[in-house]
């Protein structure tokens, strides 16, 4: 079904199964959007608050903080534009079990945060890319193709901030880790439809 972009720091490309699943629930897709870009939000600024003394850190978290919150806003109005009402929604397993594979001792605990946050920037670019792709309301789609480059920049800062502070060959190896974790963890469609489900 879909033509599925290669990202290479995802080790497997999402299934057609989810593209089916989240066309076929659309609205709930879009409300779970809504809360991915507010905790997208919340995970630059709590990284700021960790690491007040990296400043390349702090400069580029600052940046993403900021349009995550932009983006938020942007789907807000999609949601008020279809008569969508704000609403909490239960968690796929997607994040959580991502997090629990971030170490608790420093160094490591900042490398694996913005590695983590890295991979879930690339399959939301990914996704989006691919709801763009299939979505048949031509203005909406358009509106994805346009989040899909800040989503794709989004995952290249993390990834760089990570070579900046944590030598190359350590970076990769523990992403590859990590990325084979993520994809696992997608590899069993769940049952509720989410961005990352």
């Not at 593209?19 to 779970?32: G, Y």
């Not at 997208?40 to 600024?45: P, R």
């Not at 490398?111 to 309301?137: K, N, Q, T």
């Amino acid at each position: 079904m879909a033509e599925l972009p290669t990202i290479k720091f995802l080790a497997q490309p999402t299934s057609d199964a989810w593209v089916e699943q989240a066309l076929s629930n659309f609205n709930t897709v879009l409300l779970d959007h809504s809360h991915c870009e507010r905790k997208a939000a919340g995970v630059a600024l709590n990284l700021m608050f960790r690491y007040p003394s990296s400043q390349d850190l702090v400069r580029k978290l600052t940046a993403i903080a900021r349009e995550e919150l932009e983006h938020f806003e942007q789907v807000n109005q999609w949601l008020d534009k279809l008569g969508i009402p704000l609403a909490p929604l239960s968690a796929a397993p997607y994040a959580s079990g991502l997090k629990a594979e971030i170490r608790s001792g420093e160094p490591e605990r900042m490398l694996d945060s913005l590695l983590v946050s890295a991979l879930i920037e690339a399959r939301s670019h990914e996704r989006l890319g691919l709801l763009a792709a299939h979505l048949g309301d031509r203005e909406i789609a358009r509106f994805y193709r346009g989040l899909m480059a800040s989503e794709a920049r989004h995952y290249g800062i993390y990834w760089v901030l990570a070579t900046t502070y944590f030598d190359p060959d350590m970076v990769n190896t523990r992403l590859e880790y990590l990325g084979e974790i993520e994809s696992n963890l997608l590899s069993t469609l769940h049952h509720e439809p989410r961005i990352h489900s």
